[in-house]
């Protein structure tokens, strides 16, 4: 695919005004104050309402948010130049105007809409808390960039404004953050992700940005008397804007295409560079505390030194809920993956096995003991991959329930014998009566896995208890064995968490039982708690559904509702 605008054209009409501009900078140059004031008021004037104007004229041929982008550049550049006659007029009448005055409301209008149309250009792809990040990111360059200029440069320059109106004092100090703004706008949009990054229309318009902030920066160490009859600002700096912004705009109706581009993790440098005036401020704060002896430094570089620190704990913490996120998305795909890459050799596997057992009489005993073992071990990774499917869809957008009334009495007894354990070990407490409506194979799965684990961690004698609470109903496992150690009573429902035996290798177990028992309970609208049995007095794992008790089949209880729903777990 070829790279945005690589065939660069340039009408007659748009070479004319190269011209032009080009003249005026060299009268600038070379021609005496007054014949430089005219000519380089006369360049910015008609360029800039050329190149506004091309900009708001050329957006009609692009659409969505880039038509708005390329508009609102259009219309403040237009402010500009109307700004510039404004003042080219109060000074033909009166012989003299303000550098920074009533006059500056066009200017600063420009900026706004400069600023607005540069943010609104397409954004990169990527999740809310990435773009959270990058403009975090912003903040803290911008901010510490702020206040190194305002106490290495702007804080000197506007010294010079004391005697001036409050007004004019506010506008003079205002403006170097105004650049740096722009600037950091334009740049981001060159630089981010997008298929507008390296765009030639953008990448001219961030040049015409950078000359034009330095010329703002000319201008205004060379305007603190408040005359602009006594200024000194570089013309040339100031076409040579006009005519990136002019080169832009004749661009803006050309065919682009979107650049393709590697997809890969963002260079160090990008993470770094935000950080760099942070630590040249924190120099600078640090080195000013030690030559005055005291904390009594420049209040704006105490408030950026402070602003900035929030900013960084603010960004680690978007950082690190990212990142969570981030993990848990992979973590996901991956035991999609693997658990649909099993399934269908699993399938294979138990498909003969189960012919092989059915045609036993050609195996001799030892044979049939070892078809066995294979047949028990290729179910029990069947039900892990079944397992791990459930949870992967449980946890990224719900399970779907087929909630029918069930007795809980039998299926407690279904459970405990599906789950292995002998009968003997194993005790229910119930309501003959009492019928709950829930997904009978799903509930019958919570059990199973509780059942399982009382008995591989806990002792020898487990109880089944389901009670009734008005119309909440609630299924317990206990057992006499040591019990879940505090620490783990909460991490312990977090998928391939093992807690006391994460590390150990010779307890047997995946870790996703109870988080598929939490799963499961969440699909119902309840929860999965965990407490020290009070009645065996090992560990007591439990499920609560809120309104899905009832002593009469007939009833809707609650929420619950008869027939397949889809529940988000």
Same mark, same amino acid.
């Given at each position: 695919?070829?790279n945005?605008?690589?065939d660069?054209?340039f009408?007659?009409?748009?070479?004319a005004?190269?011209a032009?501009?080009a003249l005026?900078a060299l009268?600038?140059?070379?021609?005496?104050k007054e014949?430089? %004031?005219?000519a380089g008021?006369?360049?910015?004037a008609v360029?800039?309402g050329l190149?506004?104007g091309?900009?708001?004229?050329?957006a009609?041929?692009v659409?969505?948010?880039?038509?708005?982008a390329?508009?609102?550049?259009g219309?403040?550049?237009c402010?500009?130049?109307l700004?510039?006659?404004?003042?080219?007029?109060?000074?033909?009448l009166?012989? $003299?105007?303000p550098?920074f005055?009533?006059?500056?409301i066009?200017?600063?209008?420009?900026?706004?809409?400069?600023?607005?149309g540069a943010?609104?250009?397409?954004?990169?792809?990527?999740?809310t808390m990435q773009?959270?990040r990058?403009i975090l990111?912003?903040l803290?360059?911008?901010v510490?960039?702020?206040?190194l200029?305002?106490?290495l440069?702007?804080?000197?320059?506007t010294?010079d404004l004391?005697?001036?109106?409050a007004?004019?004092?506010?506008?003079?100090a205002?403006?170097p953050?105004?650049d740096?703004?722009?600037l950091?706008?334009?740049?981001?949009?060159?630089?981010?992700r997008s298929?507008?990054?390296?765009?030639?229309?953008?990448?001219?318009f961030?040049g015409g940005?950078l000359f034009?902030v330095v010329?703002?920066?000319?201008?205004?160490?060379?305007?603190?008397?408040?005359s602009?009859?006594?200024?000194?600002?570089?013309?040339w700096?100031?076409?040579l804007?006009?005519?990136?912004?002019?080169?832009?705009?004749?661009?803006?109706?050309?065919?682009s295409v979107g650049?393709?581009y590697?997809d890969?993790?963002?260079?160090?440098?990008?993470?770094?560079a935000p950080?760099?005036p942070?630590?040249?401020?924190?120099?600078?704060?640090?080195?000013?505390?030690?030559?005055?002896?005291?904390?009594?430094? $420049?209040d704006?570089?105490?408030a950026?030194?402070?602003?900035?620190g929030?900013?960084v704990?603010?960004?680690?913490?978007?950082?690190i809920?990212?990142n969570?996120?981030?993990?848990?998305?992979?973590?996901?795909l991956l035991?999609t993956t693997?658990?649909h890459?099993?399934r269908?050799?699993l399938?294979?596997?138990?498909?003969?096995?189960?012919?092989?057992?059915?045609?036993?009489?050609?195996?001799d005993r030892?044979q049939q003991?070892m078809l066995?073992i294979i047949h028990?071990?290729?179910d029990?990774?069947?039900?892990?991959v079944? %397992?791990?499917?459930?949870?992967?869809?449980?946890t990224g957008?719900g399970?779907?329930?087929?909630?029918?009334p069930?007795?809980?009495?039998?299926?407690?007894d279904a459970?405990i014998?599906?789950?292995?354990?002998g009968?003997?070990?194993?005790?229910?407490?119930?309501e003959?009566?009492?019928v709950?409506f829930?997904?009978?194979?799903r509930m019958?799965q919570v059990?199973?896995?509780?059942?399982?684990?009382?008995?591989?961690?806990?002792?020898?004698?487990?109880?089944?208890r389901?009670?009734?609470d008005?119309?909440?109903?609630?299924?317990?496992?206990?057992?006499?064995?040591?019990?879940?150690?505090?620490?783990y009573?909460?991490?312990?429902?977090?998928?391939?968490?093992?807690?006391?035996?994460?590390l150990n290798a010779?307890?047997?177990?995946?870790g996703i039982?109870?988080?598929i028992?939490?799963?499961?309970a969440?699909?119902?609208?309840?929860?999965?708690?965990?407490r020290?049995?009070e009645?065996l007095?090992?560990?007591?794992?439990?499920?609560?559904?809120?309104?899905?008790?009832?002593h009469?089949p007939?009833?809707?209880?609650?929420t619950a509702?008869?027939?397949?729903?889809?529940?988000?777990?």
């Open positions: 695919m070829n945005l605008n690589t660069v054209r009408g007659r009409f748009a070479k005004v190269f032009f501009l005026c009268v600038t140059i070379v021609g005496s014949v430089a %004031d005219a008021a006369l360049g910015v360029g800039a190149a506004g091309l900009f708001v004229y050329r009609r041929t659409s969505g948010r880039e038509r708005l390329w508009t609102l550049i219309l403040g550049v402010t500009a130049a700004g510039v006659l404004v003042v080219a007029v109060v000074f033909f009166h012989g $003299d105007a550098t005055g009533w006059t500056d066009f200017f600063m209008a420009t900026y706004v809409l400069v600023i607005a943010a609104t250009l397409p954004y990169a792809q990527g999740s773009r959270v990058m990111d912003g803290i360059g911008g510490s960039v702020a206040a200029l305002w106490v440069l702007v804080a000197d320059m010294s004391a005697d001036s109106s007004l004019t004092r506010a506008i003079g205002f403006y953050f105004l740096l703004v722009v950091t706008v334009a740049m981001s949009v060159l630089l981010r298929r507008h990054r390296f765009d030639v229309r953008v990448a001219l961030a940005v034009q010329g703002d920066i000319v201008f205004f160490s060379s305007g603190q008397t408040g602009f009859q006594d200024a000194s600002p570089l013309y700096i100031n076409l804007a006009i005519g990136f912004f002019f080169a832009s705009a004749s661009l803006v109706g050309q065919p650049r393709e590697a890969r993790n963002p260079p160090l440098w990008t993470l770094v950080y760099v942070a630590i040249g401020m924190l120099g600078v704060f640090v080195t000013e505390a030690i030559v005055t002896g005291d904390m009594s430094v $420049d704006t570089l105490l950026g030194v402070i602003v900035v929030l900013l704990i603010a960004r680690q913490a978007v950082a809920v990212d969570r996120a981030t993990i848990e998305e992979q973590r996901d035991v693997i658990s890459e099993l269908t050799p399938t294979a596997i138990v498909g003969y096995v189960d012919l092989l057992a059915e045609d036993g009489g050609r195996l030892d003991g066995s028990q071990q290729a029990y990774m069947s039900t892990i079944s %397992d791990l499917i459930m949870l992967a869809r449980g957008g399970l779907e329930l087929d909630v029918e069930v007795l809980v009495g039998d299926l407690a459970a014998h599906a789950s292995g354990i009968s003997e070990t194993v005790a229910v407490d119930t003959d009566d009492l709950a829930v997904d009978r194979a019958q059990l199973v896995n509780l059942l399982t684990n009382a008995s591989r961690y806990g002792g020898e004698k487990r109880l089944v389901v009670v009734a008005g119309a909440d109903v609630t299924f317990e496992v206990h057992d006499n064995g040591p019990g879940l150690p505090r620490r009573e909460v991490r312990v429902w977090d998928r391939f968490e093992r807690g006391p035996n994460r010779a307890v047997p177990g995946s039982g109870l988080a028992v939490s799963a499961i969440q699909a119902h609208g309840g929860s999965s708690t965990y020290t049995s009645m007095g090992g560990a007591c794992f439990s499920v609560t559904l809120p309104g899905r008790a009832t009469d007939t009833e809707r209880s609650g509702a008869t027939g397949k729903i889809r529940s988000v777990a």
